[in-house]
């Protein structure tokens, strides 16, 4: 029992000289998605896919409902060190993706069109904001 007591306050005290920041195992990114459509109102459902060294680690399948043309928004936070997200679109029959405007708080932070969708190389700590706009 002595040793185990013994071990944790060594790792307790060694902890105690790492600044705060290391001690986050995960970063996280913030992601917002909205929607907009032009011409009707329906119901979207997006993928978001998460990589890190080209292995999946998170992946997530929000819907998202329009309403006069504006639709909830979909907020995640997705912690890990995902280098890169791929956020896509599944298209309604009658609907045509006419693009994704992304923004970040983060200038490095870089987005790639795809079909139906966006690619996104991410950085820790950042948020990402995108609105998918149909008509």
Same mark, same amino acid.
């Given at each position: 029992?002595?040793?185990?007591?013994?071990?944790? *306050?060594? =790792?307790?005290?060694?902890?105690? =000289?790492? @600044?705060?920041?290391?001690?986050? $195992?995960? @970063?996280?990114?913030?992601? /917002?998605?909205?929607? /907009?459509? %032009?011409?009707?109102?329906?119901? #979207?459902?997006?993928?978001?896919?998460?990589?890190?060294?080209?292995?999946?680690? #998170?992946?997530?399948? @929000?819907?998202? %409902?329009?309403? !006069?043309?504006?639709?909830?928004?979909?907020?995640?936070? /997705?912690?890990?060190?995902?280098?890169?997200?791929?956020?896509?679109?599944?298209? @309604?029959?009658?609907?045509? #993706? $006419?693009?994704?405007? &992304?923004?970040? !708080? !983060?200038?490095? %932070? /870089? #987005?790639?069109?795809?079909?139906?969708?966006?690619? %996104?190389?991410?950085?820790?700590?950042?948020?990402?904001? &995108?609105?998918? *706009?149909? $008509?």
């Amino acid at each position: 029992m002595k040793r185990i007591l013994i071990l944790i *306050t060594i =790792f307790l005290f060694s902890l105690s =000289f790492i @600044p705060a920041q290391a001690l986050l $195992i995960s @970063p996280f990114l913030n992601l /917002t998605i909205t929607k /907009t459509t %032009i011409g009707g109102d329906g119901s #979207f459902n997006f993928h978001v896919d998460a990589y890190q060294n080209n292995s999946l680690y #998170f992946s997530e399948d @929000p819907t998202i %409902i329009t309403q !006069n043309g504006q639709g909830n928004t979909y907020v995640g936070t /997705t912690s890990g060190w995902g280098d890169t997200y791929y956020l896509t679109e599944d298209l @309604p029959n009658g609907w045509v #993706f $006419i693009g994704a405007n &992304c923004t970040s !708080n !983060n200038p490095n %932070i /870089t #987005f790639e069109p795809i079909n139906s969708g966006v690619r %996104i190389i991410t950085q820790p700590y950042s948020s990402v904001s &995108c609105n998918f *706009t149909n $008509i």
